[in-house]
């Protein structure tokens, strides 16, 4: 089905431990998105990306990292898991010359 | 830096009666977008409407309009005939024109009661 998917959907993970969390699109969006939604907090940029290899940092990069190789994908991973990163993490794009982004479903992270 | 306040942590209204969601933005750029977003209880972000900074009439969408006043720099969204399926949050966020990061208000939880 065309869109954006993110997966897993849900994911518990260790302090320490590595984890990746992928976003596919099928859209051929220039523009993709991570953001982390908190309580109180609202939805905050993590990185964003305008095309394939190139990507930069938003609002609260510390503890992760991205990378684009192809168009239609952008995973972001943690590092080193810490429990601040317990999360719901969004995927999002959006088509160069418009306005709106699309969200994917998002992603449940817990970090014991 | 933008900030996005959305002053009603929560809201009650009847079904079938129209609503008022708020929202107040502070920014530095001359051009740029506002947005509404719902999230129902399953968790995804649905795009709802955008109003350009320049845009002379208010946007709609549907049963969905923004009232936008620029000199009081809000950006409210206004629901008609409210449905049961419009229990969610609502999220109202700004873009920078040039910019790609939506910066969003912390979010307005609406139930409509039958």
């Known amino acids: 089905d065309a869109g954006i998917t993110q997966s897993p959907r849900y994911k518990i993970t260790e302090t320490g431990r590595q984890v990746t969390l992928m976003c596919h699109q099928t859209?051929?969006?220039?523009?993709m998105f991570w953001y982390r939604q908190d309580l109180g907090h609202g939805l905050r940029l993590i990185y964003y990306?305008?095309?394939?290899?190139?990507?930069d940092k938003g609002e609260v990069p510390d503890g992760y990292v991205v990378s684009r190789s192809k168009t239609e994908n952008f995973p972001l991973t943690l590092e080193s898991a810490t429990r601040s990163q317990t999360s719901v993490y969004f995927c999002?794009?959006?088509?160069?010359?418009?306005?709106?982004?699309?969200f994917g479903q998002g992603t449940r992270l817990t970090v014991v | 830096a933008q900030k996005i306040t959305q002053t009603q942590p929560g809201m009650f209204v009847q079904e079938k009666e129209a609503v008022t969601l708020d929202c107040t933005y502070d920014?530095?750029?001359?051009?740029?977008?506002l947005f509404w977003y719902k999230q129902p209880s399953s968790g995804e972000m649905i795009f709802l409407i955008y109003?350009?900074?320049?845009?002379?009439q208010n946007a709609t969408e549907g049963r969905y309009s923004l009232n936008f006043q620029k000199a009081r720099k809000s950006a409210n969204l206004v629901i008609s005939a409210s449905q049961l399926g419009d229990s969610a949050m609502y999220f109202c966020?700004?873009?920078?024109?040039?910019?790609?990061?939506?910066?969003f208000g912390k979010g307005t939880k609406l139930s409509v009661i039958p």
């Open positions: 999002a794009s959006r088509e160069q010359g418009r306005t709106e982004a699309f």
């Open positions: 859209w051929s969006h220039s523009y």
């Open positions: 990306s305008a095309a394939a290899d190139i990507t």
């Open positions: 920014t530095s750029d001359q051009s740029y977008g």
């Open positions: 109003q350009g900074s320049y845009d002379e």
């Open positions: 966020a700004h873009r920078g024109a040039g910019s790609y990061q939506l910066t």
